[in-house]
């Protein structure tokens, strides 16, 4: 005989199991990427990929190789679970899963912190990859840093020049520290012909990119970049930590700031890096070679010589 009390509870559990899998199913399945073509563990990273061959082998040391340098600039990264890395090819891709994982305000790459995931659109260059892993390097200290710093910092490391070996195969070195021409012209038109105020830079809830790279750049060529972030790791409050690094008051690291800048704008350099580079080692040489460029072992980047 049918115990319908049973019955009708079964019909509830089941309707239920129905309803909950519909629901989240979507959910769960939304940063799922299946058509990669190479998947490969190494080193904390999980990368998937539809780049040819060679060019994941590019994309996939690049990683590595600013993993081994940011480590030994500014703090080794811990972390129990491995980074999801999904690199894509192209925009028809990328565009593709960005509209089923419904990512908004994403152009050209995103990192999403809950779910340890990093997607890069690599056919805008290798910039947006290490911005991208600088925000994950940064979340495996556990520390809210203030936007200025967050985005600066992810920023400062979209430049640069890197070696390959002869086949192009490989990333073995890294430089950076380089001015990006495109946010250094942004730089002197929000500036205009007043000031950059400093107050202005750290009280911003989303602050303009550009002026918070130029101000990191700023601190890096002083040589006070690693210190900067350790006190912010402190719990420093902006002003504090900037103040304390420089050993000096804001207003006259603000004048100092703005000084750099009106320098800056007379050389070449604000405007050599149009795109991050890699060179094999011949391709280096004639590079500097063309464009006058010596390297700086103070500031550790090629430098334009000046008036050439
Ligand atoms: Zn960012």
């Known amino acids: 005989m049918i115990?319908?009390?049973?019955?009708?509870?079964?019909?509830?559990?089941?309707?239920?199991?129905?309803?909950?899998?519909i629901y989240f199913y979507p959910?769960?399945?939304?940063?799922?990427?299946?058509?990669?073509?190479?998947?490969?563990?190494?080193?904390g990273f999980d990368f998937y990929t539809d780049l040819s061959q060679e060019q994941f082998k590019v994309a996939r040391t690049l990683c590595l190789e600013f993993k081994r340098k940011f480590e030994k600039c500014y703090f080794p990264i811990k972390n129990k679970k491995r980074l999801k890395i999904y690199l894509f090819s192209g925009d028809k891709g990328y565009e593709k899963f960005c509209k089923k994982a419904k990512c908004e305000g994403t152009e050209f790459g995103f990192y999403a912190p809950g779910e340890k995931?990093?997607?890069?659109?690599?056919?805008?260059?290798?910039?947006?990859?290490?911005?991208?892993?600088?925000?994950?390097?940064?979340?495996?200290?556990?520390?809210?840093?203030?936007?200025?710093?967050?985005?600066?910092?992810?920023?400062?490391?979209?430049?640069?020049?890197?070696?390959?070996?002869?086949k192009k195969n490989e990333v073995f070195w890294l430089s950076f520290g380089y001015f990006n021409p495109w946010r250094f012209s942004e730089v002197m038109v929000v500036r205009g012909s007043s000031k950059l105020l400093l107050s202005d830079l750290f009280n911003q809830k989303k602050c303009i990119q550009s002026i918070a790279r130029n101000f990191i750049l700023f601190t890096h060529h002083?040589?006070?970049?690693?210190?900067?972030?350790?006190?912010?790791?402190?719990?420093?409050?902006?002003?504090?930590?900037?103040?304390?690094?420089?050993?000096?008051?804001?207003?006259?690291?603000?004048?100092?700031?703005?000084?750099?800048?009106?320098?800056?704008?007379?050389?070449?350099?604000?405007?050599?890096?149009?795109?991050?580079?890699?060179?094999?080692?011949?391709?280096?040489?004639?590079?500097?070679?063309?464009?006058?460029?010596?390297?700086?072992?103070?500031?550790?980047?090629?430098?334009?010589l000046p008036g050439l």
């Open 3 to 21: 115990n319908v009390k049973n019955l009708i509870s079964r019909i509830i559990l089941y309707s239920i199991l129905v309803v909950a899998v």
């Open 27 to 43: 959910a769960i399945m939304r940063f799922n990427w299946s058509d990669y073509k190479y998947r490969q563990k190494e080193d």
């Open 117 to 166: 995931l990093l997607v890069v659109n690599t056919a805008s260059g290798w910039g947006t990859l290490l911005h991208e892993i600088t925000h994950y390097f940064l979340s495996t200290t556990k520390v809210k840093y203030p936007d200025w710093f967050e985005e600066g910092f992810a920023a400062f490391f979209e430049k640069f020049i890197g070696k390959v070996d002869e």
């Open 222 to 304: 002083k040589g006070l970049l690693p210190g900067l972030l350790q006190e912010l790791r402190k719990g420093t409050d902006s002003r504090g930590a900037v103040e304390t690094i420089f050993k000096k008051d804001l207003p006259t690291i603000e004048q100092e700031w703005n000084n750099w800048i009106d320098e800056s704008v007379k050389t070449r350099d604000c405007k050599l890096l149009v795109a991050s580079q890699l060179f094999t080692s011949l391709e280096l040489q004639n590079w500097c070679q063309q464009n006058n460029l010596i390297w700086s072992e103070e500031k550790g980047i090629f430098v334009c």
